[in-house]
């Protein structure tokens, strides 16, 4: 008997995008799968294209659910869905259509976790499309391989995104993993992460059969002043995971790498308050202070800092804990962003007159 594949697909005002997304599932070559989407409280017309479909197709249930973000609605799809294997699909993206039976003939090897490669479509500048770095070739690697060098495997688009893997269900529901609801930031790392303290070995194949879609604007982060708190929340994870399997007393160089990832993820979060014009200069010296008295009392001064000239200015600001300093140094930054951007935008104006 063919192996059922449940499909999870969060939905949450897609309107625009989500009948591409239902119909590449529903055209797989391999097509004992069952679809489970489920509408977030949507206020377009997502749940009734949703509906529109499932009356076409018995391989597809539609689940309702009021507005509790994309972690309550993939749990919820967890839990709902019946198939040996499972992956999750978002509903502004799109699958090859011979994605499944690819996944199935390597399912067939016993593999726990298979890991596949996607296209990035960046809308923003003209439909630019690249690869994933890390799916180049056909490996099977032990967890503790992958834990020795994790940030390259997480850059690379291994470790981080569900949309990427197929996983096993019955390793999922024996072990109560799910998205950790409440966080807006790395919930899919620790997901993933809980998945891996169950397996032994991922399969990592070089088959493209994800397509990632950024649309205009998205590839700017959404303002968040609780940013901080969800990085800390998730670097956490990830160390103690690292940890967990000596990862950084046997390879120095993975806490090397570890500990530029916190400087770098602790800058992200601190540009965060000069994104927008919301928020008041005293604001934003309050957010710089509790961000980085918060970064350094988690990781107790772990953070490696890069030596360019920038790095030089902040790690001096921040050994005085000099705030002020930091917030003009932040602010200088982004002003002179702001300002090349636009320089940028007028030439390419001015070129097309």
């Given at each position: 008997?063919d192996?059922l ?7 949450f ?5 989500l009948?591409?997304?239902i119909?590449?599932?529903l055209?797989q ?11 977030d409280g949507s206020t ?21 659910q ?6 309550v609605?993939?749990?919820?799809g ?11 699909v978002d509903?502004?993206?799109y699958?090859?259509e ?6 199935i ?6 593999n726990?976790l298979v ?8 809308l ?10 890390g799916n180049r070739e056909?490996?099977?690697?032990t967890?503790?391989?992958m834990?020795?060098?994790?940030w390259?495997y997480?850059?690379?688009g291994?470790t981080?995104?569900p949309?990427?893997k197929?996983y096993v ?10 998205f950790?609801v409440?966080?807006?930031?790395g919930e899919?790392v ?7 303290n169950q ?6 194949i070089d088959?493209y ?8 604007n998205?590839?700017?982060r959404?303002v968040?002043l609780?940013?901080?708190?969800d ?7 990830i160390?103690?995971?690292?940890q967990?399997y000596?990862?950084f007393?046997s390879?120095?160089k993975?806490l ?5 990832q ?10 965060m ?12 010296l ?8 918060l ?10 800092f890069?030596?360019n000239?920038?790095d ?5 600001h921040l050994?005085?804990h ?9 602010t200088?930054?982004?002003l002179v962003?702001s300002n ?9 104006i001015?070129?097309?007159?």
């Open positions: 008997m192996t594949i449940s499909v999870i697909v969060p939905v005002n897609a309107e625009d995008h009948m591409r997304t119909t590449s599932i055209n070559t391999y097509s004992h799968l069952e679809l489970i989407l489920i509408d377009d017309r997502s749940f009734q294209i949703c509906q529109q479909y499932k009356k076409t197709d018995h391989r597809i249930r539609v689940i309702q009021e507005n509790s973000g994309v972690s609605a993939r749990n919820v967890i839990d709902a869905s019946v198939g040996e294997l499972l992956i999750f509903s502004d993206d699958i090859e011979n994605m499944m039976e690819v996944l003939s390597c399912s067939s090897e016993s726990e890991v596949y490669g996607y296209y990035i479509h960046n923003d500048k003209g439909n630019e499309v690249l690869l994933n770095s056909n490996k099977k690697i967890v503790a391989e834990v020795s060098d994790f390259r997480y850059e690379s291994v981080n995104s949309w990427n197929l269900s019955s390793i999922i529901k024996e072990n109560q993993i799910y950790p409440g966080v807006k930031l899919d620790v997901f993933n992460l809980n998945y891996f397996i032994s070995h991922i399969k990592v088959k059969l994800y397509h990632y879609l950024l649309y205009p998205q590839s700017t959404q968040n609780n940013i901080s708190e990085m800390v929340f998730f670097l956490t994870q160390e103690s995971f690292i967990h000596n990862g007393k390879h120095p993975n090397e790498h570890h500990q530029q916190l400087y770098k993820h602790m800058l992200t979060a601190l540009k308050a000069y994104q927008t014009n919301q928020i008041t200069r005293q604001e934003r309050k957010y710089v202070e509790k961000t980085v008295i970064f350094n009392t988690v990781f107790q001064n772990e953070m490696d890069p030596q000239k920038f030089k200015l902040m790690v001096h050994k005085d000099n705030y002020r300093k930091i917030h003009q140094l932040l200088i930054t982004e962003k090349t951007k636009r320089l940028k935008n007028n030439k390419r001015g070129g097309k007159m």
